[in-house]
């Protein structure tokens, strides 16, 4: 995870002695940084640093509602990136507090993710071209103030999260399916058509090296959320856009030379989901976290499916490995931690947390 130690060393002390009360405290004794949209008290949008202790460290303002938080492995600066179909993206240095907005193409939206590459050079950001909704990975110089240099198709509608694999050299982009238009809001336009997939997009040449594309029988099933787990397997969640009549499966996995496969969770779990995975998570003892605020549930399996663990709670959704479990955040403020049989909180921050958690390996 995203070490107090390690962040330090990419923010620098400069931004350490910035901090005031609370704040330097929560730096000083905590392990682990966690980065996140949400909105303060007086309903303002922000992105947020969150120590492993649930304590709030730093704030910065964002034009409008954020998704989720990406951090340079170089520079230490983190981008916001909007909820779908917002078009900004905000830059934030902690080390100066400088912060710098990103605004989408004309014709283009930001989809809420985005993912850097290891030598910190590029930023790719899920996007959608409006007239066509088409799906596209826009390709971002973060060496020359983020300056957006071109794009590529992700062979999809609707794509969502992405990573960036374990050998550094493979993006992986959920394509949820779900054909969207800013003249309709959040309105899904295409149900009964979706046609969800998974691919993988080579970094070098920016081509489709690997597609995992979804059954007939399951094309109402939204792939969306990503964790990269171990031997080169992502993890998904998915978004059941069916009548919920029948329980169909939402959590699966996805490697480049292996066809796609569900975990076998329980029935009666799947259940408690209520078709919705909101977050997923994968921690260092090989454990899954997903996270359902339909359900108010968050459930952590091993990588066959069994469930480990079950922490309720309202509009749960934000889901980050830890060094003993998982840490989970909610649409109250609250701020959790699960690890095996154990759970601990709910801890009340002065925020209201988005859908998503980011942390990095130090």
């Not at 995203?2 to 620098?12: D, E, M, T």
């Not at 690997?210 to 059954?215: G, T, Y």
């Not at 919705?276 to 359900?295: L, R």
């Not at 699960?338 to 958690?357: C, V």
Request: charged share 20%; glycine share 12%.
């Amino acid at each position: 995870m995203w070490s107090r130690r390690a962040f330090l060393r990419a923010a620098g002390t400069g931004f350490a002695l910035s901090l005031t009360g609370n704040g330097a405290d929560a730096l000083a004794a905590t392990d682990a940084v966690y980065a996140t949209a949400a909105r303060d008290q007086n309903g303002n949008f922000i992105a947020a640093l969150v120590s492993e202790n649930g304590t709030l460290i730093s704030t910065t303002a964002l034009p409008g509602r954020g998704h989720d938080v990406t951090r340079c492995p170089i520079t230490g600066k983190y981008v916001a990136f909007a909820r779908r179909p917002g078009t900004f993206a905000v830059v934030f240095d902690p080390n100066s507090g400088v912060a710098q907005t990103i605004t989408s193409p004309d014709g283009r939206h930001f989809y809420g993710h985005g993912v850097f590459t290891n030598d910190g050079k590029l930023m790719f950001a899920t996007e959608n071209e409006i007239d066509t909704a088409s799906g596209k990975l826009g390709i971002y110089d973060a060496t020359d103030s983020f300056r957006r240099i071109g794009e590529w198709d992700t062979g999809g509608i609707g794509p969502h999260d992405l990573l960036l694999g374990a050998d550094g050299r493979l993006l992986c982009v959920a394509n949820g399916g779900i054909e969207t238009h800013p003249d309709f809001g959040r309105q899904k336009l295409n149900i009964p058509t979706m046609q969800p997939s998974i691919v993988w997009i080579e970094i070098e040449s920016g081509h489709i090296i690997a597609r995992h594309e979804l059954p007939p029988e399951q094309h109402k099933l939204s792939t969306r959320h990503l964790a990269v787990g171990e031997g080169g397997r992502i993890y998904f969640g998915a978004q059941d856009q069916g009548d919920l009549v029948e329980t169909m499966p939402l959590v699966g996995h996805v490697h480049p030379h292996e066809e796609l496969g569900w975990l076998a969770v329980p029935a009666s779990d799947l259940r408690l989901l209520k078709g919705y995975v909101g977050s997923i998570a994968f921690n260092q003892s090989g454990e899954i976290c997903v996270t359902s605020p339909e359900g108010g549930i968050a459930l952590v399996l091993d990588q066959n499916g069994s469930v480990l663990s079950r922490t309720s709670s309202d509009a749960i959704c934000g889901a980050a490995s830890d060094r003993s479990g998982f840490a989970l955040s909610n649409g109250l403020g609250d701020w959790l931690t699960t690890g095996g049989e154990t759970s601990t909180g709910p801890q009340r921050l002065p925020i209201q947390f988005d859908n998503h958690l980011f942390t990095a390996d130090a």
